[in-house]
């Protein structure tokens, strides 16, 4: 029976209620409701078609299904293996309007609430079950059979541990792949030197060379200070970790490095080596030119600094850290002495930025 016939209007015009379309007014016995020919040859206005199964007119003229699905037996529909996600209550009709109370998840049009027909075993925001999202740190998320993971990692940053729930946690420069971990380099230059550095940018360079020597990625700064510098306003306060090259962990981050109390003496060099020592602070001791206290400040002054590390003469002073311990002693442990070798030569600790 056509909508026409029901309503005595032109055949083109849309019913403007489901009884009028005989959806609901007991003609279903009759065939498809339509209202046909489906297209004005003069005009080329489209008019009501099959409301079972016309996505433009689904259930009733003027309900149009929303992408992605289909019309079956007068409802929008999610074909498998989509599954419709969202659960709002409303539906529109052929003016667009909201029908209060109606169900959603069997009827989606496009003037009802935020569903959408998605394939649960790779949508990124749907992943495995509705409003299930993928997200990582600093990465792009995918979804593969229900199971997030990550894609691709953002620029500058690597998935070092392999752990997809963390991201891509790491700077591409810091992570230490062999031990699968992330963190800053730290280490005791195999080398040691009189107290004529070359000043702060002459111990840097001196870091730098050994890292470059072991093959190290990234850029070095001495723990040292001057009467200008020091490590407080130096060095790039890391958030990730400090280790050895070799992984072990010696502070957390910054603020752990400088709260007195180290997790692991800074005793290896830059090839995962034992540190060297010498005598001149006590036996045994990894001395090293530091003038810095344990919280990254300046110790000493200028005088104090062999001349702010130009100076090799006997007559100049300096302090000392010990790189064997984990208190505050690693940065200050002894003072005084003079900045000449060979007897008083000493090492650099060396940080990654």
Known sequence: MACSALQGLDKFDKCETDEECGLLGGNTTDGPTTDAPATDTSTGEAGCGDVRTDPNHCGRCGNRCAAGYSCSAGSCTCASPKTTCGGAKADAGAEGGVEAGADASSDASTGGGPLTCVDLSADVNNCGACDKACTFSNAVAKCTSGQCGVASCAAGFVDCDGNAANGCECPSD???????????????????????????????AKCQARAVAAGLP????AWLSDSVASPSTRFAKATVAYRLVDGTLIADNYAGLTSGTLSAPINKTESGTAAPTSTFCGTGKITVWTSTASTGLPQLTATNTCNNWTDSASTGGAQWGDGAVTTSSWSMFCSGGTCAGPTFVAALFCFQQ
């Open 218 to 221: 990234g850029t070095y700064k």
């Open 174 to 204: 810091s992570c230490l792949t062999a031990q699968k971990l992330c963190g800053k380099r730290v280490f005791t230059t195999s080398t040691t030197y009189d107290g004529n550095l070359g000043g702060l940018i002459g111990a840097d």
